[in-house]
């Protein structure tokens, strides 16, 4: 049986987001009182202290406290709902961040191309270690949890990513790992799942079925469902996104970031980083707009916040970005909040946008995302051209998974040419022919040649 | 006609463990009614101070979100399953 007792003294707790009744640490993620989402509090008071080592500089001790760790997440500890003696086994997160002046010229037009040029960052989460996703970062938190709670097995409801990263995961801390999904999914997604041992349940049904039928094996087993008990800790791990911008960023907060929305989680919980930080003081207050980016055969978040709703109308996904293809987002309320209360916007592209989009981003910066990616980066554009996001605003996009995982919605973009025989003149004559426009330099050497 | 309502665990408390409740309630109004009447200490679980049904509870009849099928004005039909769940499960992103 699981230890649902454990852990009475740590610095953080679960605690009502609605009532605030507060529930200790234990596999829960709602409140029995109000059957309202719980989420993770912290002792900021204890942080402080742990994180300043009791210098007179605190901001400056901390920052060099942080700063001196391994490059991953783990180097936010205090910030995370961990364990004690908890000693990591995997170096996940810490991924690039970096400036990205050629999209940013497609993307802000001629008028701001510059401006943009100096101010559009890209956070590249398609490198996130080890399954490529943000994902990681998250099961990376349920999993230690898991293994706390007395958990043997964990489980998931999945649109791909996340069905990876458990797998990896478990694979390394040895749980045994049992992985739901939509049997559309993607072919090399549920690969990407099996390769680790895991056991892959496919259901026939929309994302949303399956997490509706994960609630309820979840309340007859004792599995650690890091999407359903195992939520609370398991979505902390998405702050790692915003504590490594801002660090990535000089220890500043942006004025925007875009982030892709499926259940609204990811926005939100960058926000709580960012509050997190400023109010431990190691970066200076400053206001930052929150946009979220949807598919528009999946936006019921970007049509709440269009439309001025501050709840949900349920959809029925209709998209080729299946890792958002949730028509019911469970953090949809919160992410319409945090979205409004910023000032920022919600957008959505078409499916041939996504497409798109992706392949603005692979020309320009040389990144390789899924859809996801596409979404965020079309998005991003849509909120230039409407001035919503301004060029000489410092704006970080989040692109949070690998385009390998996605080939199949490029299928038929790219024809492979008739191969040629390895001869020179076979070369010259293919260049010839060729529908490529070949460099004027180089033609003038090929022609001599 | 009858129709059967499975209450999730964390509510089972309010209804001494009951799993399983039948009943011949006709629309959503009534099954609430039905609720109340069966287990008063479930009533303020379900719906807030205003009669609403509480935000993150997610009704499902048979394998269907009780909104894609018109919500309150749904008329059961014998032998609907009718599926309380949290709205709790989902990506993170």
Same mark, same amino acid.
């Given at each position: 049986m699981p230890n649902h007792d454990s852990h009475c003294h740590c610095h953080y707790e679960l605690r009502c987001r609605e009532c605030g009744r507060r529930w200790g640490n234990q596999p829960r993620s709602i409140c029995e009182e109000c059957f309202s989402p719980l989420e993770i509090i912290y002792d900021y008071d204890w942080i402080r202290y742990v994180l300043g080592e009791g210098a007179i500089d605190q901001r400056q001790a901390s920052r060099e406290r942080i700063s001196r760790r /391994?490059? *991953?997440?783990?180097?936010?500890a205090e910030l995370l709902p961990l364990p004690e003696q908890f000693e990591p086994r995997l170096p996940v997160g810490f991924t690039p961040l970096f400036n990205a002046p050629n999209l940013a010229t497609r993307l802000a037009g001629n008028g701001g191309a510059a401006s943009a040029a100096a101010n559009l960052y890209i956070k590249n989460d398609a490198v996130c270690l080890p399954t490529l996703s943000f994902k990681d970062r998250v099961v990376a938190v349920a999993l230690a949890q898991a293994r706390e709670f007395g958990y043997d097995t964990v489980a998931c409801s999945s649109t791909g990513n996340l069905a990876n990263a458990v797998a990896a995961h478990a694979a390394r801390l040895g749980l045994k790992a049992w992985i739901f999904i939509p $049997?559309?999914?993607e072919p090399a997604k549920i690969l990407g799942t099996q390769i680790f041992g895991a056991t892959v349940v496919r259901i026939n049904g929309s994302y949303d079925q399956v997490n509706r039928l994960c609630s309820q094996i979840a309340d007859e087993r004792?599995?650690?469902f890091v999407n359903v008990n195992l939520r609370p800790y398991y979505s902390e791990g998405s702050k790692t996104v915003g504590f490594e911008i801002a660090e990535q960023l000089g220890w500043r907060l942006p004025d925007n970031v875009v982030v892709p929305m499926a259940g609204g989680s990811l926005i939100t919980k960058i926000k709580k980083a960012f509050d997190e930080l400023t109010k431990l003081g190691l970066v200076d207050e400053k206001p930052v707009k929150f946009f979220g980016a949807q598919a528009t055969g999946c936006s019921p978040i970007s049509t709440a916040v269009k439309t001025g709703c501050t709840e949900i109308d349920p959809q029925k996904p209709a998209t080729i970005a299946r890792s958002l $293809?949730?028509? *019911? /987002? $469970?953090d949809g309320h919160y992410a319409i909040k945090a979205i409004k209360q910023s000032g920022g916007w919600s957008e959505d592209v078409s499916d041939p946008e996504v497409v798109d989009s992706i392949r603005v981003l692979a020309e320009t910066e040389g990144i390789f995302t899924e859809t996801a990616g596409g979404v965020t980066v079309g998005c991003a554009g849509k909120l230039y051209r409407q001035d919503r996001i301004l060029p000489e605003e410092t704006t970080v996009l989040c692109i949070t998974g690998n385009g390998l995982k996605t080939t199949d919605v490029l299928a038929g973009v790219y024809e492979l040419e008739k191969p040629i025989t390895p001869k020179l003149a076979e070369f010259e004559s293919y260049l010839r022919h060729s529908v490529q426009p070949v460099p004027a330099g180089d033609e003038a050497v090929a022609v001599s040649a | 006609m009858a129709i059967t309502v499975q209450i999730p665990t964390a509510l089972r408390r309010h209804t001494a463990g009951v799993a399983s409740v039948a009943c011949a309630a006709t629309n959503l109004g009534e099954l609430f009614s039905a609720l109340d009447e069966k287990f008063p200490e479930l009533k303020p679980h379900l719906r807030d101070e205003s009669g609403q049904v509480r935000r993150f509870l997610n009704i499902y009849v048979n394998e269907e979100d009780i909104r894609f099928l018109g919500g309150p004005s749904y008329a059961f039909q014998d032998g609907d399953e009718v599926l309380l769940v949290p709205s709790i499960a989902g990506g993170a992103q």
């Open positions: /391994p490059a *991953n997440m783990w180097r936010y $049997a559309d999914l004792h599995w650690g $293809a949730i028509g *019911n /987002p $469970a | -």
